[in-house]
């Protein structure tokens, strides 16, 4: 019987053009195998978007695929070289538990990285055993899925394997293989790493391929290279507002972690901000605060200036032009942000057109929500519905004021209360990831080997706009006793 048939097969349909790229930029090897896989989380509507078979990547040969004991065809796993400023500090990187198996081309010609994380060592390892516990795998792959339903771009996780392998830590803990999907793993670190190491050539060789791959229509532009850093620049700044609106904290905002295409890489200490204030640090590794909330922004701008400063070479033959060019790119950066900020800001408060304080009206809103307390999340959704204000906010005489200038305004635009609150409900989501669900369901699935917590709150976090369940439990700020929360990074 010829090997097509043995056993039902996941469908890959893998190429690596990654690979493609000079050599400098990546390590061909393996994945280290492991003795012990078995799948515990398998996503079956990604598998189908992907164009890859449910009951295929279930099977014991694909498990074997998804741990890292077999390459599929097609495949050629590398691991990625790459540099990046660590809270501000430059270093050499690279894939040191991650292997890039290829990019699945799906029957609509999309291409996705499949990466596995948690893979083993590799040339980038640096200290470390290449390995991932199970609790911080568990965690990307929540976290990650609430953001894609959220609406927001982000790498996705297709399957968590546990490897039956101890992993040893502070205490020791089950070992575990995420199936990483990304647009791409091209990172504004690349970059670096390519600036700093590699000839002007291959720099250019992958500018030109993150072109291809992420704003094929460049060939309008007068000067391919720098609509790169001004497309990546706008991209980041839709995500990074994104982020805001959401009250979602990265925490490890490092260059290794932004990517080219804007998406969400990454999830570290990433957490969602309960009570409104812009100093919020998770990160206990964040000790001076340098990725809080508030500081998203600014940050995010720094990072795209090292962007800059690596594509200089390529951004002009007369260097001080091209720093002015950089200079004048990095500066689009606010306008931009606020552009993506205040038009999320606007949808949220169910305001369709343009006036201009209203951005005046958002900050006034913020303001009150950080003099009380109030929960980011909920206050927006009290705002949708009349009646059951529980919080002090809403008793205020502060908050009345600003209620009156709210109805005001709508009040001031043609669109109907209806069409206005229907707008306010696309735009506010019920149900957010809280800190205190996400570590009960990853206590009970790390500790107790119950993933009953973990498969309910996914399945919550789907439908994150849907405002017709009674989610109650879900909406629910965390107890005193859980707050300030903590965030490890423990990998
Ligand atoms: P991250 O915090 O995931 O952004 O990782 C920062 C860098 O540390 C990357 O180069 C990772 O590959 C590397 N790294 C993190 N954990 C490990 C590990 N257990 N073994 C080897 N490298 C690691
Ligand atoms: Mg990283």
Redesign the pocket.
């Known amino acids: 019987m010829s090997r097509k048939n043995a056993f039902p097969e996941a469908e890959w349909n893998l190429q690596n053009s990654y690979a493609g790229l000079p050599g400098i930029f990546y390590s061909r090897l393996k994945p280290d195998p492991v003795s012990g896989p078995s799948l515990l989380f398998l996503n079956n509507s990604l598998a189908e978007f992907l164009g890859l078979s449910v009951q295929g990547l279930s099977s014991k040969e694909e498990l074997a695929v998804l741990s890292g004991n077999r390459i599929p065809g097609g495949a050629c796993p590398l691991a990625q070289a ?1 540099a ?1 400023h ?1 809270f501000g500090q430059f270093t050499m ?6 292997h890039l198996l290829g990019e699945q081309i799906t029957s609509r010609g999309e291409r996705f990285d499949i990466q596995l ?2 893979s083993g ?2 040339p ?9 516990p199970l609790g911080p795998v568990l965690r990307e792959y929540i976290i990650s899925e609430a953001m894609h339903a959220l609406g927001i771009p982000t790498t996705r996780s297709l399957a968590v394997v546990k490897t039956g392998e101890k ?1 040893i830590r502070e205490k020791v803990h089950s070992g575990a293989i995420l199936t990483r999907v990304a647009a791409s793993h091209l990172r504004v670190g690349t970059f670096e790493y390519a600036a700093r190491w590699a000839s002007t050539e291959d720099l250019q060789a992958l500018a030109d391929y993150s072109l291809q791959r992420h704003f094929p229509d460049y060939s309008a532009a007068d000067n391919r290279y720098l609509f790169l850093l001004k497309e990546v620049i706008k991209r980041q700044a839709a995500l990074i507002a994104r982020w805001q609106l959401v009250g979602f904290i990265h925490g ?1 905002m ?1 260059t ?2 932004m990517t080219i295409s804007g998406e969400t890489i ?1 999830y ?1 200490p990433c957490a969602f901000m309960d009570a409104y204030d812009p100093a919020t640090v998770f990160s206990s590794i964040d000790r001076n605060g340098r990725y809080a909330y508030g500081n998203q922004p600014p940050v995010g701008a720094w990072n795209l200036a090292r962007f800059a400063e690596a594509l200089l070479p390529l951004l002009h033959n007369n260097p001080e032009q091209g720093v002015q060019l950089a200079r004048d790119a990095i500066a689009g950066f606010s306008d931009w942000f606020n552009y993506y900020w205040v038009s999320g800001m606007r949808a949220k408060l169910g305001i369709f057109n343009e006036e201009e304080n209203d951005e005046k009206l958002f900050k006034d809103l913020l303001q009150l929500m950080e003099n009380f307390c109030a929960d980011y999340t909920n206050t927006f959704r009290t705002l949708m519905y009349a009646g059951g204000e529980k919080e002090e906010l809403f008793h205020s005489q502060e908050f009345s004021k600003w209620q009156e200038l709210w109805q005001a305004r709508l009040d001031r635009q043609d669109a109907s209360q209806t069409s206005s609150q229907e707008l306010m409900k696309r735009s506010n989501p019920a149900v957010i990831p809280r800190n205190h669900r996400v570590e009960d369901a990853l206590s009970s699935a790390v500790n107790n080997e119950d993933y009953t917590e973990m498969t309910g709150l996914l399945e919550v976090l789907k439908s994150p706009y849907n405002h017709s369940n009674p989610l109650q439990d879900y909406y629910t700020q965390p107890s005193a006793a859980k707050t300030p929360y903590r965030t490890f ?1 423990g ?1």
């Open positions: 790459y990046g660590q990187l690279g894939d040191g538990r991650a994380k948690g060592k590799t980038y390892s640096r200290q470390g055993d290449g390995r991932a992993v490890v490092n290794d972690n990454d570290g990074c990998t």
